[in-house]
């Protein structure tokens, strides 16, 4: 079939079945024996079809594929010997994307978007900090405020504790202990950079679901080396990103081809020191993003490093070599070895600690979704240039896009900062000079505006404004759905 990827090569070509793509994948080794490689020519392969691709850059040098290769003379030998004809050296489409706005696109979501539990796993929160959290949004989405940023969420926080006894009587028991530990989390998390990555305009999915003008998949590509210095940030980043994906794009099932191509980079920071609670849930939403034609693939040194629940949802996968030079590193070759469709003619324990730079065993599914018996084989070199590629060059990509100029352009509309800094103020000249007595307002703002006539009428700034927050209030709705979903994906309590 036309479609299919051709991966690596062994007594016979191993192909990637597009229709089994989204039963996700698995890429291990040790550094330096080849993953990396391995991830840009199935990348590459991915976009040749026409699916969109996203993938995290943890070591910079992923940007190349938007080069012809060419240049490194043990592509041409790999060429050469696997006898590949026609072999054409091309650059794929892509775009560049970073949460720090300095070597991509930048990515802003909002406060609300990310939501309690994901807020509560960056802060590192305990449970009762964590309930104070979701008591603190609930109010916010019951009062209509905006939490666009983490000022946004800092301001809600502090009029939660200054409020603490009133809204007690409302939503519970608000601890000021609990918030002020919020507080510092917060002021830290802007430290490493929170208060460049929270904001509008927020990323729109849309735009890592985009073809090139031949109809190939975009690759986007996230610049994550700087992200990478914050763990916690950067996979609580991609598992939003994922849990957006899942709750935004519409059941498919088995599609011929998926909608996107979700390559989950150093995987191993995603488990490490994961409650039981949370690891179940990630499982389930591998599981489950899949009918939504997404497939994730994660990279990672040693099958190990996936709990088995998840690497069960694993069925293409690729290990490159591994080492044994302790009693530890024998088991896991060992259980890494087990992972695979056994092949008689093979042993595959010693077949793992002998295998070649660029060489790997390979295993995907059939047409049938069975596991493919593992094969010993040598990866296909990319069609692009490996490594990274000049400043300038990335630049130029960079304003090329269509995007360019959208995210570049930081948006800070009113939101609960605002109205909260409002009231306040409005409070202080009510008590500085003192106004006929009125009637109390609601609990904790005014009363809304009056509803306006009826037929169509002109719109002054203030009526466009209000407009803008009705739409964003009743997102508010979406956004509790979301947090319900990863309420019961990430262990929330009810």
């Known amino acids: 079939m036309a479609n299919q990827i051709l991966v690596a090569r062994a007594k016979s070509d191993l192909f990637l079945l597009p229709e089994m793509a989204n039963r996700h994948g698995l890429i291990t080794g040790a550094t330096g024996t ?19 691709v996203f ?63 994901l807020f509560s796993r960056l802060l590192n929160l305990n449970e009762t900090q964590e309930t104070v959290l979701a008591l603190v949004f609930k109010v916010a989405d019951d009062q209509g405020l905006l939490l666009l940023d983490t000022k946004d969420l800092r301001a809600m926080l502090q009029y ?20 002020g530990a919020i507080q510092r989390g917060l002021l830290a998390l802007d430290e490493q950079g929170g208060d460049t990555y929270f904001g509008e305009p927020a990323l729109d999915l849309d735009d890592l679901l985009q073809t090139a003008a031949d109809g190939r998949g975009m690759i986007n590509i996230l610049a994550a080396d700087r992200l990478l210095q914050s763990p916690k940030v950067y996979t609580t980043f991609l598992l939003w990103l994922l849990s957006e994906l899942f709750e935004r794009l519409p059941e498919v099932g088995d599609p011929e081809k998926p909608k996107l191509v979700f390559f989950f980079d150093e995987a191993h920071l995603l ?73 008689p003619a093979l042993n595959v324990e010693e077949v793992i600690m002998e295998l070649a730079v660029g060489e790997g065993l390979v295993s995907f599914l059939d047409a049938k979704g069975t596991p493919g018996v593992v094969q010993r084989a040598w990866i296909l070199p990319p069609h692009s ?101 990863l309420g019961s994906m990430m262990g929330g309590r009810g």
């Open 34 to 52: 080849g993953k990396t490689v391995t991830l840009q020519v199935m990348a590459e392969g991915f976009s040749r079809i026409g699916v969109p």
């Open 160 to 179: 939660a504790g200054e409020n603490a006894a009133q809204i007690g009587t409302s939503y519970g028991n608000v601890s000021t202990a609990s918030i």
């Open 271 to 343: 488990f490490d020191d994961a409650p039981k609670a949370l690891i179940e849930k990630i499982e389930q939403l591998v599981r489950l993003i899949r009918s939504k034609g997404v497939g994730v693939y994660f990279v990672t040194q040693n099958p190990l490093d996936v709990p088995e629940t998840v690497l069960d949802q694993l069925g293409n996968r690729v290990q490159h070599a591994l080492r044994a030079f302790t009693p530890a590193d024998q088991r896991a070759v060992r259980a890494a070895a087990q992972t695979f469709r056994s092949n």
């Open 55 to 117: 993938v995290a850059d943890v070591k910079g040098d992923l940007a190349g594929i938007s080069q012809p290769g060419g240049q490194n003379p043990k592509v041409a030998e790999r060429v050469k010997m696997l006898k590949l004809a026609d072999f054409i050296f091309t650059g794929s489409p892509v775009t560049f994307w970073d949460v720090y706005g300095a070597q991509g696109h930048p990515v802003h979501t909002t406060a609300s978007d990310m939501g309690p539990l």
């Open 385 to 485: 240039q490996i490594g990274p590629i000049r400043p300038e060059q990335r630049q130029q990509i960079i304003q090329s896009s269509v995007v360019f100029g959208h995210y570049e352009k930081i948006v800070d509309r009113e939101s609960a900062y605002e109205r909260l800094k409002d009231r306040a103020g409005r409070r202080a000249e009510a008590a500085a000079a003192p106004a006929p007595q009125e009637a109390p307002s609601t609990f904790p703002f005014p009363a809304p505006p009056p509803r306006a006539p009826r037929g169509r009428q002109p719109e002054s700034m203030t009526q466009a404004m209000l407009k803008s927050a009705v739409r964003a209030a009743g997102s508010q709705l979406g956004r509790q759905v979301l947090r319900g979903i």
